[in-house]
RNA sequence: GGAGGCGUGCGAGAGCGGCCGAAUCGGCACGAUUGGAAAUCGUGUGUGGGGCAACCCACCGUGGGUUCAAAUCCCACCGCCUCCGCCA
């Protein structure tokens, strides 16, 4: 265990400090049950030695049982100060990388899998953009008037798009697209975007990145980073039915992020937004059916960016770039021909029992026995303001208009060109 | 936001401060009965922790308190229901 997360960079130290408090909290919890029976059994004497008449004797059992009681609870206080240092402790290690995940120590290490782009099938190679592609979304979004960054800022602060006009609507359709290539084997949940600070703790959002949420402190309420964060809770608290996994369904919701610091050169256009809306795919599934729900939730998310025949590649993120509850996770990152860049659009994670076990979801198997903890995966299908960029850029016409991809056409009212507003 | 009621096991639903981890009914599982089924009868039926066997401990919305002893008394909070107010 100890190797397992060094590869992720944790200390061998911070995992000796859980073994240690562990042993401590089992010794005082042992003493004190001892203390418990005790005054248990002397309490039950005391009942019947009054009903007896025996008033004195009452008495002195009564008295003992005070004293043990005291010192019940003096040991008591102890163990409940180690238990509360132990859950500290252990909310803020981070989960086992899975053994498929590479090795390495930051983005560089991550393992690119594959790419796509449209045509590939046919033996295509890989589109090299051209002049007119080569324009930053921000500036054929305002030219267009699709795009309103400043506007945005009026309202909320840098870093709150508006989308306006045909923009607006795009967003619109693209969650429309997904939303009908997912519900075929999803459930369409649309759960509050404001959560509980326990609902935040299940995914492993909270203690350690509370400062990358939005906080309404006088409710003390959160506002959702991600859908993944109401979904995992969604059952929380609950035994399934084996039969009834792999459970598996599907939310729109805005996300807020603060992004605290992260204003700058990397933070142009909808590059880093702090709200934005994503389409979630989640499941809760046993050990045996993770592998095959990690690769259908990739396989969904690879084929909305194909159906928009937007060039993509696949990486497989290294031991130590995992998001800290995550042990396996693959990224899908669009080629932005404006800002020569590929831009992270979905994480796909299996989490193992990571978030079941802060969450207390469980399922009792087929055949009956001690429920298990259920493996929760999740990933995006897709998160918009990039693909929307992504979309703006590569759709660009040598005119200055944008065409976009078949696919929306239903969405979109069947006109997929957008030009730039009369006058 | 105001007033009142309620929160117990898979469901319904009892529960006097000690004999309640919890009656009873239903559901479910197994067994008996049957050619098979219904009906009937019997047995079993929560979760977590410690020893990992007998057994012990915790949990009756959550957290505190009173008590030798709390599902049972007190306080706070949360949730649900009803009525009122406000609002989309």
């Known amino acids: 265990m100890k190797a397992s997360l060094g590869r992720r960079g944790v200390a061998p130290e911070d995992v000796d400090r859980v073994a240690e408090l562990d042993v401590e909290h089992r010794k005082r919890l042992a003493d004190r049950e001892v203390l418990r029976a005790q005054v248990k059994a002397l309490s039950r004497q005391v009942g019947q030695a009054r009903k007896a008449g025996e008033g004195g004797r009452a008495a002195e059992l009564a008295e003992e049982s005070r004293r043990l009681g005291d010192e019940e609870r003096a040991v008591g206080a102890e163990a409940d100060r180690v238990a509360e240092a132990l859950r500290q402790t252990l909310l803020e290690l981070p989960n086992l990388p899975s053994e498929d995940a590479p090795d390495g120590a930051g983005p560089e290490d991550n393992v690119e899998l594959r790419r796509w782009w449209p045509g590939m099938e046919t033996g295509a190679s890989q589109p090299e953009p051209a002049d007119h592609q080569r324009v930053p979304h921000w500036e054929v979004g305002e030219r267009l008037g699709i795009l309103d960054m400043a506007r945005g800022a009026r309202l909320a602060g840098s870093m709150f798009p508006l989308y306006a006009g045909r923009g607006a609507r795009l967003v619109r359709a ?3 697209l997904a939303r009908d290539r997912h519900t075929d084997a999803y459930l369409e949940i649309r759960p509050p975007t404001l959560v509980l600070t326990e609902t935040m703790t299940s995914t492993g959002h909270l203690p350690k990145f509370g400062d990358d949420a939005y906080h309404v402190e006088r409710d003390d309420l959160w506002a959702i980073p991600t859908a993944e964060v109401p979904l995992t809770s969604l059952r929380r608290g609950e035994i399934l039915a084996e ?3 792999p ?3 599907t939310a729109v919701t805005s996300c807020f992020r603060r992004e605290a610091g992260a204003a700058g050169r990397d933070t142009r256009g909808l590059l880093r937004v702090h709200e934005f809306e994503k389409v979630e795919l989640f499941a809760y599934a046993t050990e045996a059916q993770a592998p095959s729900v ?3 939730i990739l396989a969904r998310a690879e084929g909305v960016l194909q159906d928009l025949r937007l060039p993509y590649r696949v990486l497989d993120l290294c031991a130590g770039d995992l998001g800290a509850s995550s042990a396996r996770t693959f990224d899908l990152e669009v080629y932005s021909p404006g800002c020569d860049r590929w831009l992270e659009v979905s994480s796909v994670s299996w989490f193992r029992d990571y978030q079941a076990r ?3 979801v469980r399922y009792r198997p087929d055949g009956g026995g001690a429920p298990l903890l259920a493996h929760t995966l999740n990933g995006s299908g897709l ?10 850029e590569t759709g660009r016409q040598p ?3 944008v065409l976009l991809p078949d696919c929306l056409a239903p969405y979109l009212g069947g006109d997929l060109r957008i030009t730039p507003p009369v006058g």
């Open 294 to 296: 990690h690769a259908d």
């Open 243 to 245: 039969e009834e996994l």
């Open 399 to 401: 005119d200055g208009s």
């Open 247 to 249: 459970l598996r369904c």
């Open 174 to 176: 693209l969650t429309s």
């Open 358 to 360: 802060r969450a207390n």
């Open 383 to 392: 998160a918009w303001p990039r693909v929307w960029a992504a979309l703006v």
